[in-house]
């Protein structure tokens, strides 16, 4: 039986009924598709340093990288299994495993305020209030979406009370800026670029409110390849140990992505984001489920849906053992 080879054996024995097909489905891939974001530092020094690369090599195990513009392109990417790692705000996470997205919560990539209630510097908005029959861009299935409603529901609106213009992140920046609409719901880098070319006004924000830089998985990828999956958590650690302790070259690398001054770039990433947590541990948890429990008032997620149980159904925590 020696002559034949590994794959020969595995065929054979599933025609024959022996072995069960997820055997299979657990033979290495070919490539692991993961998503780099610009609110997203740790990736894109990952990316530039090419740790993954290194680490899969001698396993003859390709790395394809993929931009995501928003954490609703990352779920979808998901979704569709066009990735395999995706990098999203924890209660769009949230919101999207309630709908059906098979994914896990499996790590934390920084803690962010990387959202806001925008507008420009000449305009006569300066509260949630304000808002009300106005138009306001926004992108559907985000943090700064989910920050809108909330927003909006802490002063007895809703978005019936609003316009919502639907556009990715970069194209909401820019339609405020050209006065196409009123308001805008930001994310960092757009939002600092806004503050500092164009005099942008923050005029409501709530760091609490910004739900946790979270690392997704496919649930199928998971449970195929739990080795690999430790293992890319454990490069992504090392990323973000080293992003920690080398601000010039957290910032190199960002500044490669995005091709942003100085000014916005530190704006991001010194005064808005930390990396200094990396598990989806209980204050994690809670802000998550403040998150959906909001939106469940809201009428975003349906009134019979168990928040907590789709929240305890999102987060794999024991991928990683540290909280710093």
């Known amino acids: 039986m020696s002559i034949f ?15 069960p097909t997820a055997l299979m489905a657990a033979d290495k891939p070919k490539e692991i598709r993961i998503d780099w974001a610009t609110y997203n530092p740790v990736s894109m020094v990952l990316k530039e340093k090419g740790l993954l690369e290194k680490e899969f090599a001698k396993d003859g195990i390709g790395i394809r990288w ?57 305009s006569k908005i300066a509260r949630i209030e304000d808002l009300k029959g106005k138009r306001v861009a926004v992108t559907r299935g985000t943090d700064p979406h989910i920050f809108l409603v909330r927003a909006l529901q802490s ?78 958590l454990a490069v992504y650690e090392d990323a973000r140990k080293y992003s920690l302790a080398n601000y010039a070259e957290e910032k190199h690398a960002f500044q490669a992505a995005t091709k942003l001054s100085d000014a916005i770039a530190d704006k991001q990433l010194k005064e808005r984001t930390a990396i200094t947590y990396n598990k989806v541990g209980p204050e994690q948890r809670d802000s998550i489920l403040q998150a959906g429990i909001a939106l469940q008032k809201a009428g975003v997620i349906k009134a019979d849906v168990d928040v907590k149980k789709a929240l305890d159904d999102l987060v794999d925590d024991k991928w990683v053992a540290v909280t710093n």
């Open 5 to 19: 080879s590994r794959r020969t054996l595995i065929a054979s024995a599933l025609f024959a009924g022996l072995l």
């Open 66 to 122: 993929v931009q995501t513009l928003g954490s609703n392109k990352a779920l979808e990417f998901l979704s569709a299994g066009s990735i395999d790692f995706g990098s999203t705000a924890g209660s769009a996470a949230l919101v999207s495993k309630i709908n059906g997205n098979p994914i896990k919560s499996i790590y934390v990539y920084s803690q962010p305020e990387w959202t806001a209630l925008v507008t420009t510097k000449d």
């Open 155 to 232: 002063v007895g609106l809703t978005e019936k009370d609003i316009t919502p213009v639907l556009l990715q992140h970069p194209d909401g920046k820019t339609a405020l800026i050209r006065g196409d609409v009123d308001a805008w719901a930001g994310l960092d880098p757009m939002m600092a670029q806004a503050e500092i070319e164009d005099g942008a006004k923050l005029f409501y924000r709530n760091k609490a409110a910004n739900t946790w830089g979270i690392l997704n998985v496919r649930e199928e990828f998971l449970k195929d390849h739990p080795d690999l999956v430790k293992r890319v």
